[in-house]
Every structure is written in structure tokens, then in C-alpha cells.
């Protein structure tokens, strides 16, 4: 779908001397010389070069001329710096710029061939050469022409590759149709094949691109005709081309290397034929010929990387003579002719050539001593036009047709099209019209520009407009108007604008052309400053921008006919391909932009750099669409940034990213279809794919929902398998506030339907459908997106019901499943009401219901209704097993109402209804009730459901009482048989409970004796004890047994020294002092120093152990945690079939095949939970040796500080009742020892407790691996508690 457009042109005058015979054009890809050599009509050879003319390095220079015969080869010598030239007398010369420059003679005479030199040709690498004598002797010489090997040409021998047919494939084996078998039998008489008449009976050399092959043609004295040989780099024969009638002197070997091309000479047409390297056809294509124009092959060239197939013809019409170069190209195995070159005023083309290096560049020299220098590019011929009205004709140049297709309405496979247009000559480029459709176009051939008008959607022919003659040429203008035509542009109605090269100012002219209608047109001119690489007109913008060869930007505004051309930007580099466009958050902040793409994949808006692997670029509406070397195509939006702010995203793409999308290798945009969300991408072997990228379908989507146009958004997101949440939740308020509007633009039930069962309470803006390649972290769901199925559904029921619920019944069933949770009781009971009144409707509507809901969930649902009648359609409509549920429903109509609702509610497990329907099925179910209570533990709903009745209620608690009893919730069990009146009950609940205040309290009721409230209180005393509530059981014995002596014993054990003091004095028990309190307090001391020993004991072993750990612990690799994990050391030990993939894949940080594997599979979950629990426990014990001690070790620690701190008040009460007594010195020693204790851990908690690098389990998850290989584990600093427990006066 591309085409080859004129980018470049700058000509030279050589010479004003008549040219005669063949010229030819060598450059140094190095400095860019260009050598141009030609015979006179003196018949002298003259060679000329550029660079030596002061201040004008294009200008051409004479450097040597010489007297010989016609030059048969002219080739610039990189290594040796020098163009060698070759006659056909056989004389070999080499021409040296810099000896000219030094002043000495620029042609030296190597040597001669006596035979003379019929063809020469160098190797691709310049290190041999190839020559063919007037004897036919192939010589094969070196660099220096030193003679390597010398055969003869014509031979009888085939070659070392020859072919042998065992008849597969053969003529004989084909099937030929209606000519039947004797087709088969047919032998064709190649002895009957001979020369063209075309034919200049000269031999011809071709070497392969890579150097290894060269191919000879030439006349077969033998058969009489024309034979193309193959041979390889040492000379040795290897091919010998099949044979073929009147096959003519060209010859060229694409440098690819597949394909050798010639010409054929047939009565009928005129073709270019391709051989493979065995010497066997490979297709051909005939050249556009008519009756009256006979066209002969000069010579047939292949640019640098074998797009470009150039054909040299010499036509003849009227008879006048004219050389011309066609430029063909290849797609889908069809053979395009893109280019023309035909020079005004009946000039010829003398010589041509590729250039070396830059595949697209092409040199000419003609019959005017002109050299002509000309840079192509690929160009897609579509219009410029924004607007959605835009059909998307794309056109294609083959010849005199351009083939048009309007990819906005249909896509047609290349070589096909939809229409085509035929100019009455060769078309040299084609542009649309200012129209915003982009049906005009106009053709430019070497005569006139041509308009049409074309059918909106492609069906129909094309209408032709107008035909506009090109100027004249005559003196005032022959500098420029002699020249060709580049990047035509049709700005209005009646005005073209293009350039064309002035060969006197060295300049490019722009050219503003009027028209009428008439068939003339009237130009006017002015210079450009400097040569112009693109002229670019954006319909939509009415943007008329001129790009000079430097990257400088140029505005052009017409005022008065008269061009006003301003700078308006600099590109970093020239880019072959432009566009305008406006980049800014809203219309009135946008900013005018210029998109480059430069050659060498740089796409920049402005100066900045957008992607240095761009291979082609479009734009559609707000979008920037490219495609990379990456295989990827690439959407920029730009309207979603300023352009100071304006780049790709950096984020990795994902799965739901709208900026990026695949695309198959070497795709190419062609176009993007404005009115659709449609990308045409040609592929490199020439077929076309339309895809729908997400970004384009999202934008038209966005579009269709501002404009509330929300039938089309619905089909877009059905048609693209967009998820329909994004109706809602592009803008909530703007979608419930015109519901309605969405109802009766999409009125079908199965679309309603679809729309409602993709509901979810996501913002799909934030997990999908991210504009501008923002990642989720950095976007915000949307308020009471938690509950927006349920205000959708609730909005669309209202809606439904008001324009008719019959009609709806399905939608309508749909809200109420789809809400969460699902409210299908309001669905049966709106089938319920349906079934009264439309019983098929109803059934229709239950089918549909049980395709969203399961049969059995709707059974239930409508049996818990106690609706029998909706139970039996549903059953019915489930075609579920009458055996299954008849039985059943017929026991229940046996039943009073509550006591059948109630069997129902049990059925169905509901049962606190069950309890509280049995309960008023009456006071004869009073026992079964207790028993469904106590079998469903619904205590609280049987009090709450006889709260009214004495008598129930006392039985209902007793069996409450006991049920929490068994339980061992004593103390609830006290409580509700205290409710019960129970007090006895109530009294041993409380007592196993140790709720001593409850117990004494009932005690008093029951009218206990004393004795009875001794035995009360030394049992309670005795529980307390064991449960270490030593006060508690002090104020029993003192309150209640009148036990001084128990109650300083119970003082004593919980450490309470100074209480146990003060109740010794006050009972005037100061005995007591002597034979409890200070043994208890010596008892105290001795525990508690006991205690701390230990304590510091731990404190110094585990320091010092973390202190080792710490010290010899190697650093640990967090890239590859098991580095050092001993199990490994002797890994050759495993066998071969051992499975590796669990301890080491969770370490990578990509999921391979075999973790993705193992990590399914139920029973590989249970065993890795297993493994995790046994690790844990091996984690808690923290053994010695093991991965886990050091954080053993810290926890430990940390829990011994925490102790230490909840003792400091223990220790100041020991101290202060030691003193009294005249225990100083024990006191003094055990508060400086706590103290020395404290200070120690104070100084060791920045040491102990820093981040660790804790090792990692062996069952983690890659992500568990990342958080910790991230983010190391601190254990959180312990902090001691500030308490004055020390006795100053120690």
C-alpha cells in the first residue's frame, strides 16, 4: 500500500557538448564524490567529479578525458580511492581526484586487453574482477588485475549443479485441461529459438550480493541464442539457465540473492523474466506496453536492498526515440510500477544508477550533460482529513491506474482494489482534496494533473472532474519548470501547491498553481531558502507546513496570492515523514505540534523525543498511533497531556494496558480509519489486517457515552468484547440520571440482559480501562462503587416497570439475581403475581430465571415462600424427579399451618424461623420445641418468643442453665438459673465459676448456717489459691472463715508483705509477725533472688550466643538464599531424576513452566501446608545450629526484658518490707544486683534488637520471597517501664 514519492531532487550542468552512447555514474559513499563518465560527440571519454569547484561542492569538474572506444564499465574503487574505467577496446584506466587536486594528471593507464573488454563487473567486496574478451574467454582477475583463472565461455558443459528430472513435476505429470493429453505429449524445439531483434548481441556480467556467484550472459554461438551462465567465486561452472526464446541482454542479480532478472522479447508482450540460481524460471511480469509505443530494455538494475527493480527502456512513439528509467516494486506476487522518470523536452536518460549505500537514492545523467540526483521514500497516499466523515480511501500508484480502496468501509486484499482510476499516462504521484471526506483526488502524470471524484463507500466508478495541463516551458521559467514535480498538495478548491528544483539559483521553488474551469493553470513562484524535503497540508487544520532537508519547520500563509513563510519549529533531525496536530488537556489550551519520523526510527512532536524505534506513525482524531521495531504499535493520547508533559508511559504494559498492543513482525501502519476504531496494518509480504486496538474502541466508546449515544457504545463494547461496566462507570452520575435514555436506546431484552449480567462492584477505570498507561496504584475507584450493582439494578427495575413489566418480566428477574446478595424471593413473588394473571408468561419467565439461578436454589426459595403452587412450577419447569418432591409436599398439606411452615423452615435449615413458627403452632409441640432448641442451640429465640409466658419461659432457662453448665460457662449458667429462680443451681454454677461474691450473695438467700458458709468460704479459698488470686481469698478468709492466720497466709503467697503486717497488728496477732510474716518474707526474698540469677543467667548466654552468631555468620546472598545452605553441598548425590523445582524456582523472579505447574494440584497444596506448619513449629523451638535461632534468640530476649520491667514493682515492695524488719543488707544487695541487671539491658537494647535478614522459608511464595528479600524483619524495640522502685535511703 505504499508508494514511492520524489522526496529530493538537485541537479548539475556536467557539460554543453552532445553526449552520445551510454554514460554511467560512480560514487565514494565516503566523501559523497560523485564521478560521472561519457563519451562526446567527439567521440572522447570524459570524466568528471564533484567536490573540487570552491564554495559549490555539487558542482562537477573535468578531471581527464581521453580518446578510446565506448565505455563498458565505470566503477569507483573504495580501497584504492580511485573510479576505474573500462572501453570496449579493451583498455583499462584509473582516474585519481586526488591527483588532480595535487596537479598532476587525474588518468592512469593500467593496462589493455588485445581482444578487447566486451563486459566487466566488479565483486561486491571490490577484491576480484570479472571480464569478458571479444575472443568469449571469462578472465577473473584481482584487485591489482593480477589474472587468477581464465576459461572459455561458451562450453558444452551444463555445470556442477546441473539438474536431473526423474519426471516429478515434469510437463508430461501436469494436468492441462481442455487441451487434453496430447498437451502432455507436446515437446517444444529449442532449436528453434533464437535472438531478439532488440538484442545489442553484447555479453553481460552480474555478480551476487554477497559475492560468492557471478552470472555471464551472452549469445551461444551453438544454439544462436542468448544463455545466462553461473559460476562460482573460483570460476568454476555451476548453472547453465534452461532455454528461452528470445531472451535479451539484460542482466542483474538481486543482491538478496534469490532471483537473476532479464528481459524476453515474446510476438505478443514484453516481459521481465526471473531465473533461480539452478538456471530454472521463477516467474515474470510484462511490461505496460501499448501498440503504438514499442519499448526496447537497455538494462535492468536492483537498488541496494532489492525493493526497486529499475528497468532502462528506450520507447519509441511517433517515431521519436526517448530513454526513460520505470521503477518497479513486488507485494503479494504482484509487480507494481510506482515510478516513471521521463525528462521534459525530449531529454534522455544517458546513464543511471543506485547509489552504493542509500537504497533509495538514484542517480541520473542525460542527454543535456545533466546530472540528476533524486531521493525516494514510501509513502501511503492517503488524505490528511480528520473528520469522522472521512471514507479512508487509501490509493495505490501501479502504472497509469491508481488502485483505491476506502479502508472506512471495506478492506480489499492487495493487488485487488475496490475501484481504480486510469490516467491517460504514467502516474508520478496522486493527492486527495481539500474536501473532508477525501473523495477528490488528483494524478499527476508527466503531462497534466488529473481530478476525479470518488464514491462515498467505494461502489461505483470514479467521475472525472477536470484535466489541468502542466505550464509550458519557455525562458522565464525553464530553470525550474523543466524539472519534475514533487509533494503536490491540494490546498483549496481551486489551487495546488508543490516545488519543483531550480537548477540556476540551486533551490527549490514553491509553486502556487490556480485553476479554473478551464484546463490551464496559471503558477506563480517564489524561492524557498534551501531545498525542501516535504511539503505537508492537514485538511482539518488547514496546516500548510514546508519542511527543509535541515528539520527546519516553516509555516506558509497565503495573503494575496503571495506566500508568507514563517519558521515555527526545529526538528532535531529531517523527517522524511510529518504531520500537524494540537496537543493540550482542552481546545483552547492546545498547542500546535509538529510529528516527525526520521528514517532512522526517531519519532519526535517538537524537539522531544517520543520513541527511538518508530517504524511508521498515524494520526486519528486525539490519537498518536506508531508502530516500533519491537513489534509493537504504540497510542499516545494527545489530549490527555500538556506538551511540555507529553511521552510514552514507563510502566510495563499489562494485560489491560490500552497505550501498547502486539502486532506481527515488520507490521506497518497504513492508516486509521477516523469515523471507525479501525488500524490497517500491511504485513512485510504485502496482505493487510484491520484490527480494532483498544485505545481506538475505548476513545469512540468514551465519545458515544458524552454524547449519550449509548446504543452505539453498547455495540461497540458487545462487538469489541469490552466489559459493559465501563457504561457506568465512565460517569455514574451522568449514566443514572439518563437511564432511561439507556433503556430506550438499547430496548432489547437479551441486550438489557447481557448488560445486567456483567455488573460488578469494580471501577473498571481503575482495574481495566486506565487512560494514558497509569498503573492502578495511581488512580482512585469511584464513591459507592461497594454498592453499584444494587443502585443499578434498583434504577433499572424502576425504569422497567414504569414502560411495561410483562414485556421486561426477564430484565426485571435479572436486577433482582444480580443484586447482592441475590433478592430472589422478590423474584418469585413477581412470579408469583405473574402466574396469577399470564400463566405462560410466567412459565417463560421461570426458564429464564433457572438459566441465571440454579433449579434447586428457586425450589427452595419458593418452598420457603410457602407458596405450593410456584413449588410445583418450578419443580415442573426443572423437570425435576416427582418422586423426589411430591411425597414430601404432600406430607406437609397434612399439617396446621405454623407446624407445616415449620417443617418447611427445618427443611431448609432456616431454623430460627423453624423455632419460632413451631412456637405458635401451640403448647402440645411445647416438648418437641425444647428438644429442636437444644438440638440447634436457640435459647435466645425461645426466651425471646415466650418472654410472655411464666411457665414455658422458667423450663426454657433450667434447660439453658443446664446447657451452659455442660459447657462450663458457669458463670452464664449462675446468671440464668438465678433468672430461673433456681438458687441452688444458680449457687453451684457460681461456686465452680470462683464468682465468690455471686455465691456468698445466694449463700445468704438459701439462709445458709455458719457452718455451712465455713465450708463455703474454705472452699472458695482453696479455688482462689489454685487460681493465684491470693488477695481474693485474704478477704474470704478475714470476711468469712474469721481465719486471721489463713489470711496472712493467703497475704504472704501473693507477695502482698506489708498487708499481710498491717492484718497481723490489727488482730493484735504480732505472734504472727515472728512465725508467718518473716519466714514468708525470708521465703520471698530467697525465690526472687533465685529468679533474677536465673534471669541474668539467660540475659549473658543468649548476649554472648547472638554476639557468636552474628560474628561468623556469612553474608547472606538475598538474591540466592540457599548460597550457603549446607543440604546442598552434596548435590551430586541426587539422581537424575530428582525434582530440584521446589527448592530453588521460588527464588526466580520469573514463574517458570515447572513451578507454574507444581504449584497446582490440591494434594501438592495440602502437603506444602504440611511442610509450612512443620517449619513454623521448628521456627518456634528455635534449635541450636538451626536457620531459625538468631530469631529465636531475639524473641527470647525480648521476652525477658518485658519481664524484667513487669518486676521492678515487685522487687520495690520486697525491699520495703525487708528494711523494717532489719534486713538491710539482704535489701541493699538485692536492689544494687536488679539495678547493675537493669542498666545492663538498657545498654544492650540498640545491639540486640536491629532488622534482621531472617532466612527465608523454604515453602514461600514468590511473592513472601520479594516482601522479604525487600523488606527486612524488625523486631519492634521493648520499652521498660519508668517505676521508682528503688529505696533511696539504701
Known sequence: MRNLELLGHSSSKVTSSGIEGRSFIATDPESLTVYVAFE??????????????????????????????????????????????????????????????????????IGSVDSGIHALAWSPDQDLVVLVTGEKKVLEMTQDFDTITEFELHVEDQGEGVQHSVGWGSKETQFHGSAGKEAAQQKVDTSKFGTSDDDDYKPRVSWRGDGTFFAVSDIDPSRSARVIRMFNREGTLQNTTEPVDKLEQALDWRPSGNLIVSSQRLPHRHDIVFFERNGLRHGEFTLRESRDIHQKVLEVSWNADSTILAIWIESEESGKLQRTVQLWTTKNYHWYMKQHIVLSEDRDITGFAWDVENALLAHLFTSSGEYHRL??????????????????????????????????????PPPMSALSVTADSNIQYATFGPDPAGLQVAVLTNQKIQLFELPVKGHGAATPLNQLNLPK??????????????????????????????????????????????????????????????????VTTKDLIVEGTDGSIYKVELEDDQPLINKVAQLPDFCPWIATARVGLTVEESEFAIVGLTDRSKLYVNDKLISSEATSFFLRGTWLVFSTTSHSARFLSLDSFTLENLKLSDEAS???????????????????????PSLILQM??????????????????????KALNFRSAFIACRKNRIDLNILYDENPARFVEHIRTFIEQVPEVDYLNLFLSNLRNEDTLVTMYRRGGRTADQLTAAPGVENKVNNICEAVRNVLIELGREHYIQSILSTYVRSSPPDIESAMALLSELRETNMTAAEEALKYTIFLCKADLLYNVALGMYNFPLVLMVAQQAQMDPKEYLPFLQELKNFEKYYQRYKIDDHLKRYEKAIKNLSLAGDKHFDELLQYMQAHDLYLIAIEEYAHKKQQKLAILNVYGDHLAFRNSFEEAGIIYAMAGNLSSALDSYRSAGCWRESFSIAKQLKYTDEELHALAYDMIEYLKDKRRFQEAAVIANDYAKDVEEVVDCLLKGSLWKEAERISYTHDRSDLIETHVKPGLVEGYTQMEDDLDEMMAQFHKQTARLVELRTRKPEQNVDNPMANDESLDNIDMFSDTTSMYSQFTRYTNASSRVSSVSSQGSAKTRKTSKLRKKEERKRARGKKGTVFEEEYIVNSLKKLYEKASNLQSDFGNLIRALVPFEYVEEARAIQE????????????IPVIFVPLQLTISLYATLEEFEEAKNNPKIIEKPVMAKVDWELQIL
Open 654 to 676: 499489562d494485560a489491560y494496558d490500552e497505550t501498547s498492543r502486539r502486532l506481527e513482525r515488520g507490521s506497518k501502519i497504513v492508516m486509521a480509519t477516523q469515523h471507525k
Open 40 to 109: 562526446d560527440d567527439n567521440g572522447q571519454i570524459r570524466v568528471a567529479a564533484t567536490g573540487l569547484a570552491p564554495g559549490d561542492p555539487s558542482a562537477f569538474v573535468e578531471i581527464a578525458r581521453c580518446s578510446s572506444s565506448a565505455i563498458v564499465n565505470f566503477t569507483f574503487l573504495s580501497d584504492l580511492q580511485v573510479a576505474c574505467l573500462c572501453t570496449f577496446s579493451g583498455d583499462i584506466m584509473l582516474f585519481s581526484k586526488e591527483r588532480f587536486e595535487e596537479g598532476g594528471e587525474a588518468m592512469e593507464i
Open 473 to 538: 516551458i519557455n525562458s522565464s521559467n525553464e530553470s525550474y519548470a523543466k524539472n519534475l514535480i514533487r509533494h503536490l498538495c491540494w490546498i483549496n478548491e481551486t489551487r495546488f501547491i508543490f516545488c519543483q528544483y531550480d537548477q540556476e539559483l540551486q533551490t527549490d521553488m514553491l509553486c502556487i498553481a490556480d485553476f479554473t474551469s478551464g484546463n490551464d493553470i496559471i503558477v506563480s513562484t517564489s524561492p524557498l531558502d534551501g531545498n525542501a524535503g516535504r511539503i505537508y497540508f492537514n
Open 1233 to 1244: 544486683k536488679f539495678k547493675n541487671f537493669l542498666k545492663e539491658l538498657e545498654a544492650e
Open 375 to 412: 531521493l525516494y521514500t514510501w509513502e501511503v497516499f492517503t488524505s490528511t482529513s480528520l473528520d469522522e466523515s472521512n471514507s479512508g480511501y487509501v490509493a495505490v500508484v501501479d502504472g497509469s491506474q491508481l488502485l483505491l480502496t476506502p479502508f472506512g468501509y471495506q478492506n480489499v
Open 684 to 705: 512485510p509480504r504485502g496482505n493487510l489486517e484491520t484490527i480494532s486496538p483498544r485505545a481506538f474502541v475505548l476513545a469512540t466508546i468514551r465519545e458515544d457515552l
